[in-house]
């Protein structure tokens, strides 16, 4: 806010709108203490009123609108919801179902996926949005899944995992030679590991790492139940999946740590060559690879072998992608400059930027525009050289006149 104080003019400050969305680390925070919650989206409010800004309020939003917010971010950047502009931008667009791309976003504690599902049908009506944009109807799949983001998931995976161990847990998503001592109590406080918890016969535990990326990804496939499915297609949990449509664009932590991976220097690498990747690097040594990463925090640095797993497993076992429809996710950090992500799809929605209505008025094409302009200012040339006349005219002239 100090920044946008900085950047924007003073005499536009108060014209200026700000809206803040929390979204699945205060979901859960509600859950487990509703006034807790309630009292940090009032500290945040009155420290923003302080600013003389528009301020509209602060709001935990859902899951399904971080995923559509996502979705509208992705394909609002990407143009999909107007034709390609054309010369001076005169040409706005009817969006294509078809053509636009689904979202796949990754944070701390939730995921979402969201598309346009080839057969319109959504069999479960609360993961369905519909959208009128630009005079086009989109019917969009959309899915949120709290505590099964990568920071979340790693916790259910350890409390998971140290049952029925004596207090030293040899984890095959940590790199050869890396230990580190937890609290049990710390892991098990939280909605997310709250189906694990257990009286165990240790109040601490150490992780010792193996770095073995297929049993790191065993290990992590139990956390996603496949095997329960009320519906024709299921994602896991038993969630409705629709068959999988179209291009998707991957952000936030996927592109984060896909990135750090060394994955989003071309297009799309082969699921082989991902897979390879990860085996080598997760059976590097600790100590190798805090010389090599350096300027990396260890904290962040231990969990990329997990990370990287966990996308994997939640992309290819989670939501079924294959080798061909992996060669559809393109891991997205920017499009065009503008950061990929949520938030400007929540001020889209919430300024009315996008028109659920195609302007009225038909766009001109470059050679219209061209010709017009040329007209315009040949009749302005001629009303010139037509006034020049009659006010330079002699006296005599106007007396004949009247």
């Known amino acids: 806010m100090e920044r946008a104080s900085q950047v924007i003019p003073k005499s536009q400050h108060q014209g200026t709108p700000v809206y803040l969305g929390a979204t699945a680390g205060m979901r859960l925070l509600r859950m487990e203490n509703e006034q807790l919650a309630d009292k940090v989206l009032s500290v945040v409010t009155k420290s923003l009123n302080n600013y003389h800004f528009d301020f509209h309020g602060a709001r935990i939003i859902t899951g399904q609108e971080e995923g559509a917010y996502g979705w509208i971010t992705i394909n609002y950047l990407l143009g999909k919801f107007t034709q390609k502009l054309s010369w001076l931008n005169l040409k706005p667009n009817g969006g294509n179902s078809q053509g636009t791309y689904g979202a796949l976003d990754l944070g701390g504690a939730s995921t979402q996926i969201t598309f346009v599902p080839q057969n319109e049908r959504i069999e479960s009506p609360s993961n369905a949005l519909h959208f009128r944009l630009y005079g086009k109807d989109y019917s969009v799949y959309t899915h949120s899944f709290l505590c099964y983001g990568k920071d979340q998931a790693l916790r259910q995976k350890l409390a998971k995992d140290i049952q029925g161990t004596n ?220 006034g020049l006349f009659i006010f330079h005219k002699p006296s005599y002239f106007w007396k004949d006149m009247v």
């Open 167 to 386: 207090g030293i847990l040899r984890d095959p998503c940590f790199h050869p030679g890396y230990e580190i001592v937890m609290n049990v109590s710390e892991l098990y406080s939280g909605p997310c590991t709250k189906k694990f918890e257990m009286t165990l016969p240790f109040d601490q535990f150490q992780i010792q790492g193996t770095g073995n990326y297929q049993q790191c990804h065993e290990s992590i496939l139990e956390l996603f139940n496949t095997s329960y499915c009320p519906y024709s297609h299921c994602s896991f949990n038993g969630i409705f999946l629709p068959p999988l449509h179209g291009d998707f664009g991957a952000f936030s932590a996927y592109y984060y740590v896909m990135e750090f991976l060394n994955f989003t220097s071309e297009e799309t690498p082969t699921q082989e060559k991902v897979i390879d990747s990860m085996e080598k690097f997760c059976s590097q040594p600790w100590k190798e690879l805090k010389t090599y990463f350096g300027d990396v925090k260890e904290k962040y640095l231990s969990e990329y072998c997990f990370s990287g797993a966990y996308i994997l497993s939640l992309l290819l076992n989670g939501y079924h992608f294959t080798a061909d429809s992996w060669k559809n996710i393109h891991f997205m950090g920017k499009i065009h400059s503008s950061s990929v992500g949520w938030t400007l799809g929540y001020m889209l929605n919430l300024t009315n930027m996008i028109p659920a209505e195609e302007p009225l008025s038909t766009p001109l094409s470059h050679s219209t525009y061209v010709f017009l302009m040329v007209l315009f200012s040949l009749i302005l040339v001629a009303v010139a050289i037509i």
